[in-house]
C-alpha cells in the first residue's frame, strides 16, 4: 500500500500525482452514497409500502423530506469544505449514515423509518455525499477536472450495476429490515479508514499545484491545450456576489428543473419496469443497464468536458437523456424498453460531471463549496418534488405515462437553456 507521505514522494519522481488519491477515496464514498440513492430505495418500494400499509404517493414524500433536508444542510456544509476540508466530515458522515441503518433494521412502523431516514441517513448521507467530494476534487484539479470528476462519479454507476444483484437476494434471504443493517457495516468498512488516512484539504497544503503541474500553459507534446484563466480560478466569491450573477440562477433553473424527473425516475423506475408486466428480474435489468451507463459514460462526459465547451456538452447529454426517455416510455418490448433506458443513462451519467464542472468554470476552485452549497439548496429543493409527483401522479392516473413524458419535454428545455450560461464579468465578484 502507498501511503500519503510515500504517495507525495511518488509524484515528486512523476510517477503520480496525490491528487489521483483523492480521486480513489471520492470513488469509494460514491458507493457507499449509493446506499441511500432512490435507485436502491426503489428496489425496497414494494415490499415496504406492503408490510406497512403505504401508498407510493405517501411512500414518495420520504424522498421529498430527504432531498430538502440535503438542501437546507448544502449551505452549511458547503463553507466547511472550503475551510476546513473534506477529511473530517466524510468520515462523520459514514458514521452517523451507517447508525441509521442499523437503526432501521429495527422500526416497525413508517413514521419511524421516516424519522430515521431524515435524521441519521440524510444528514450522514450530506456529509459524505457528492457535494463534498466533488467540491474536494475539484481542488485538486483544474485542466483534469473533468475527468477527475467522472472517475470519482463512476462510483455511483458501479455500486448502481452491483446494488440490484445485492439487494434483491438479501431481501429474499434477510428482508428489508435486516438489508438496512448490512449497509450499516458495509458503510462502516468502505468509507472511514480511506477518508481519514488518505483524504487531504488541498494540492497546496503538500506543496503541489492544481493537477500536478506547474500553474503555466501545459503541451501534450503536440500542442498546448488551453487552460482556465488564473483569474478565473483565484476568484473567491461572497455568498452574496454569486447570487446577484445571472450565471448563478441560470446553473439553478438548468440543472433544478430537470432534477425533479431524475428523482422521480430514480425511485419509481423499478415499480414501472414491473407494472408493465414484467418480472423482477426483469426490473432489475432495466436498473442494470441504467447503472451501467452510468459506470462508463461519465469518463467519456468528462474527457469531452475537458476539450469541448461544457454548455454544448451539457446540451448533449439533455438531449441524449430525453431520446432515451422517450423510447422507454413508447416501447412495446422488453428489449427496447433496455435500449430507451440504456440512452437515458448514457446521459444522465453526464449529469454526474457536468453540473460540477459548470459550476466550477463559473466560479473557480476555491469557493466552490460556499456557491456550491447555495446551488444545491435551491436545485435539491426542485428535485424534492420529482418523487411524490410521480408517486401521486400514478395514484391518480394509473400509470406513469404522463409524469415521464413531462419529464421528456423537461430535459430538452433545460439542454437549450445551458447554451446560456457564460462566467460573470470580473467586477461581479468579491
Wanted: without cysteine.
Amino acid at each position: 500500500m502507498v501511503t500519503p507521505i510515500s504517495a507525495h514522494h511518488a509524484h515528486a519522481s512523476g510517477r503520480i500525482y496525490y491528487g489521483w488519491y483523492i480521486v480513489a477515496v471520492g470513488f469509494i464514498a460514491n458507493v457507499t452514497s449509493s446506499f441511500a440513492l432512490a435507485s436502491t430505495l426503489s428496489i425496497f418500494l414494494k415490499p415496504m409500502t406492503l408490510d406497512l400499509g403505504v401508498s407510493r404517493g405517501v411512500f414518495s414524500l420520504l424522498r421529498s423530506g430527504e432531498g430538502l433536508i440535503g438542501a437546507f444542510m448544502a449551505p452549511f456544509v458547503g463553507p466547511l469544505v472550503d475551510r476546513h476540508g473534506s477529511r473530517w466530515l466524510v468520515t462523520g458522515g459514514a458514521v452517523v449514515a451507517a447508525v441509521g441503518y442499523f437503526i432501521l433494521s429495527q422500526v416497525e412502523v413508517f413514521w419511524q423509518f421516516v424519522l430515521v431516514r431524515w435524521t441519521f441517513v440524510t444528514v450522514g448521507d450530506a456529509l459524505l455525499g457528492y457535494m463534498v467530494i466533488n467540491v474536494m476534487i475539484a481542488r485538486w484539479f483544474v485542466r483534469k477536472r473533468g475527468r477527475a470528476i467522472a472517475v470519482s462519479s463512476m462510483g455511483i454507476g458501479f455500486a448502481k450495476i452491483v446494488m440490484p444483484f445485492l439487494v434483491v437476494p438479501l431481501l429474499a434471504w434477510l428482508g428489508w429490515r435486516h438489508t438496512w443493517a448490512v449497509f450499516g457495516v458495509l458503510t462502516l468498512v468502505l468509507i472511514v479508514a480511506p477518508a481519514l488516512f488518505y483524504i487531504r484539504r488541498s494540492p497546496e497544503d503538500m506543496g503541489l499545484n492544481p493537477d500536478g503541474l506547474d500553474p503555466v500553459a501545459v503541451t501534450d507534446g503536440k500542442t498546448p491545450r488551453p487552460q482556465p484563466s488564473a483569474g478565473s480560478e483565484a476568484r473567491i466569491w461572497t455568498r452574496k456576489a454569486g447570487l446577484q450573477t445571472r450565471a448563478f440562477w441560470l446553473i439553478v433553473a438548468v440543472f433544478g428543473v430537470s432534477a425533479v424527473g431524475v428523482t422521480g425516475v430514480n425511485l419509481h423506475v423499478f415499480a414501472y419496469v414491473t407494472d408493465l408486466g414484467y418480472s423482477d428480474l426483469r426490473a432489475v435489468g432495466a436498473l442494470s443497464v441504467i447503472a451501467s451507463t452510468q459506470l462508463g459514460s461519465p469518463l467519456v462526459w468528462g474527457l469531452i468536458a475537458d476539450r469541448v465547451d461544457v454548455r454544448w456538452s451539457t446540451l448533449a447529454k439533455f438531449l441524449i437523456q430525453a431520446a432515451g426517455l422517450i423510447v422507454a416510455i413508447t416501447a412495446g418490448s422488453l428489449p427496447l424498453v433496455y435500449v430507451g433506458f440504456f440512452f437515458y443513462g448514457v446521459g444522465l451519467g453526464g449529469n454526474m460531471v457536468l453540473q460540477d464542472v459548470v459550476w466550477a468554470r463559473i466560479f473557480g476552485r476555491l469557493s466552490m463549496g460556499r456557491i456550491r452549497g447555495l446551488g444545491i439548496l435551491m436545485t435539491h429543493s426542485f428535485a424534492a418534488l420529482g418523487p411524490p409527483f410521480f408517486g401521486f401522479l400514478f395514484d391518480w392516473t394509473g400509470s406513469y405515462t404522463v409524469p415521464f413524458t413531462l419529464f421528456a419535454v423537461t430535459l430538452v428545455i433545460s439542454g437549450f437553456l445551458s447554451l446560456f450560461i457564460v462566467a460573470p464579468p470580473q467586477a461581479d465578484t468579491a
